[in-house]
Structures are given as structure tokens and as C-alpha cells.
């Protein structure tokens, strides 16, 4: 298993998606300096002149959260993007440029060639998530102010790679149903069903519909979530980093394209690992029974 792990790492630092990756990751991150800079200013713009110390510490941290909703909500597609593209020709890729015919005869037992491919795109894929996830939050901290309790960063991080496991067990899941580039497809699709149920949940709530629609937006809002919980887990990452209980009423994050929107439950975090546990499950078992 272990061989298969290197041997994954090794092909992803050669692949172009990683390196094409890295280059737009470098591109986002300037524009997010440069964004961050225009929004915080510097610490004397920011200061409500006559404010008390508590008016001040609001307006300071209100545009640190600002900016770190607006890092994430870019950074989640980069992270997303990253661990389909990197898994979705797992194995129908393989099997098609017929790399698995010369390796599989040789006494490597097919569960670990899976687990192999599944424990190296996740490695990268979560120590992509820990460079990025330090990384905006040290921009946002040069320009304005983030939390510092160090619980509720590791809280948040892990919340924030845990989209990493979902999505590559999904893709190589559906890697072992169909062709690379109709994985590919899918899952692209599937990624944006469920950012577009959740961001119709943020903005249903300002635009005034009867409690009809209202309804049946989120009845279609929730199925889409099930479908496919990681923008779930990126909403749940921003009010566990930001705190949602103890700032709710004093700073307006629900609404917008940029907010949290409806905070999902501790049920719902259960559910995303039962859903990752059981394609995991059924894509070993598909792929140890693959007529290759």
C-alpha cells in the first residue's frame, strides 16, 4: 500500500492539473493580497473616530470576517477542483491506457491498490488545504483581524479539508462506473449542484418570497445538500471559524453570496461521513470485482 502511495504522490507532481494548480493558486492569492489590502486599509482607516473600544473591535472584526468569507468562498473551488481532477481517472484512466494490466498481476491485492491511490490524493490534497487555509488567514491577519483561538482553527481546518475525502471517494467511486472523461463531467456536476443549492439558500431569505416558494426552495436547497454535502461543510467551516453563536444578532453573515446562510447541523456532519463511508465502501467493492 505504501509503494501505491508514493507511486501516486509521485505521478501528481508530474501531472500538469497540480502544477496548472499551483500557478493559479499563486494567481488567486496576490489578487486576495491586493483585495484584502482595499477592503481592511490600514489600521488608522479603520478606527471609528469617537467610538468606544468595543465599536472598534466590531467594525475590526467584522472586516476580517469579510475578507475570510470571501478568501474561502474562491478557495473552496481551487481546493474542490483539485481533489475531482486529481482522482476522476483513478482507475478508468488507468485501466484504459492499460497501467493496471501490468501491475495488478503481481501480488498487490486490489484493496490496496485502492486504499494506496485513496490515502495519496487525500495526503495532497489535505496538505494543499493546510497551505492554503494558513495562507489566507495570514493575508486577512496583515490587513484586518482573525479569530485566535487555536480550537476553533484546527476545528475550522478540519471542517475545510474534509472535502478533500468526500469528493476523491465520489470520484473514484464513479471512476469505477464510467470513462475518465465522463467522471470528470459528472462530478463537475455534481460539485455544482450542491454550491448551487447552497447558494440559493443564502439569498432566499432577502428576497422576500411567500412561504410557498419559500418552501419548496428549500425542500430543492436540501436535496441538492444530500446530493452532495461539501459546500455544506464549507458553510458549517465558516461558523465554527467565525464563531456563528456567539456573534449572531450583532454581525449580519447570513445573507448574501458571500455569507454562511443556513448553518447546517451537527446531524448533517454525520450524514457527510456516513455518505463518504458508504461510496468508499462500495467503490473498493466495485473495484476489487472489475473486470479489468
Given at each position: 500500500m505504501r509503494i501505491i502511495w508514493t507511486m501516486t504522490w509521485k505521478e501528481l507532481l508530474r501531472k500538469r492539473v497540480l502544477l496548472l494548480t499551483l500557478l493559479l493558486t499563486v494567481v488567486f492569492l496576490l489578487g486576495f493580497w491586493f483585495i484584502a489590502g482595499a477592503i481592511g486599509g490600514d489600521s488608522a482607516s479603520r478606527v471609528i473616530t469617537g467610538g468606544t473600544d468595543n465599536e472598534n473591535m466590531i467594525q475590526e472584526f467584522t472586516l476580517g470576517m469579510f475578507i475570510l468569507m470571501l478568501g474561502f468562498f474562491f478557495a473552496s473551488f481551487v481546493l474542490a477542483f483539485l481533489a475531482i481532477f486529481s482522482s476522476f481517472s483513478a482507475i478508468a484512466g488507468e485501466a484504459e491506457q492499460g497501467v493496471m494490466q501490468a501491475m495488478l498481476p503481481r501480488p498487490i491485492p486490489r484493496w490496496k491498490w485502492y486504499m494506496g491511490r485513496w490515502l495519496g490524493y487525500v495526503s495532497l490534497g489535505v496538505i494543499y488545504a493546510l497551505i492554503l487555509y494558513s495562507l489566507i488567514l495570514w493575508i486577512t491577519d496583515v490587513h484586518a483581524s482573525i479569530p485566535r483561538d487555536p480550537v476553533v482553527l484546527v476545528q475550522a481546518f478540519l471542517?475545510?479539508?474534509?472535502?478533500?475525502?468526500?469528493?476523491?471517494?465520489?470520484?473514484?467511486?464513479?471512476?469505477?462506473?464510467?470513462?475518465?472523461?465522463?467522471?470528470?463531467?459528472?462530478?463537475?456536476?455534481?460539485?455544482?449542484?450542491?454550491?448551487?443549492?447552497g447558494m440559493v439558500g443564502k439569498i432566499i431569505g432577502s428576497?422576500?418570497?411567500?412561504?410557498?416558494?419559500?418552501?419548496?426552495?428549500?425542500?430543492?436547497?436540501?436535496?441538492?445538500?444530500?446530493?452532495?454535502?461539501?459546500?455544506?461543510?464549507?458553510?458549517?467551516?465558516?461558523?465554527?471559524?467565525?464563531?456563528?453563536?456567539?456573534?449572531?444578532?450583532?454581525?449580519?453573515?447570513?445573507?448574501?453570496?458571500?455569507?454562511?446562510?443556513?448553518?447546517?447541523?451537527?446531524?448533517?456532519?454525520?450524514?457527510?461521513?456516513?455518505?463518504?463511508?458508504?461510496?468508499?465502501?462500495?467503490?473498493?467493492?466495485?473495484?476489487?470485482?472489475k473486470d479489468l
Open positions: 471542517l475545510f479539508a474534509s472535502v478533500v475525502p468526500l469528493l476523491v471517494t465520489v470520484s473514484m467511486f464513479g471512476s469505477g462506473y464510467l470513462s475518465s472523461v465522463a467522471n470528470g463531467v459528472v462530478m463537475t456536476m455534481l460539485y455544482g449542484a450542491g454550491w448551487l443549492g428576497v422576500g418570497l411567500e412561504p410557498g416558494p419559500m418552501q419548496t426552495l428549500n425542500n430543492i436547497t436540501g436535496v441538492l445538500s444530500l446530493i452532495m454535502p461539501a459546500d455544506g461543510l464549507q458553510r458549517k467551516m465558516q461558523a465554527v471559524l467565525f464563531s456563528f453563536e456567539n456573534i449572531n444578532g450583532l454581525i449580519p453573515v447570513r445573507s448574501g453570496p458571500f455569507g454562511i446562510g443556513e448553518i447546517p447541523s451537527t446531524a448533517f456532519l454525520m450524514y457527510a461521513a456516513f455518505y463518504t463511508a458508504v461510496l468508499f465502501g462500495l467503490g473498493l467493492r466495485r473495484f476489487v470485482r
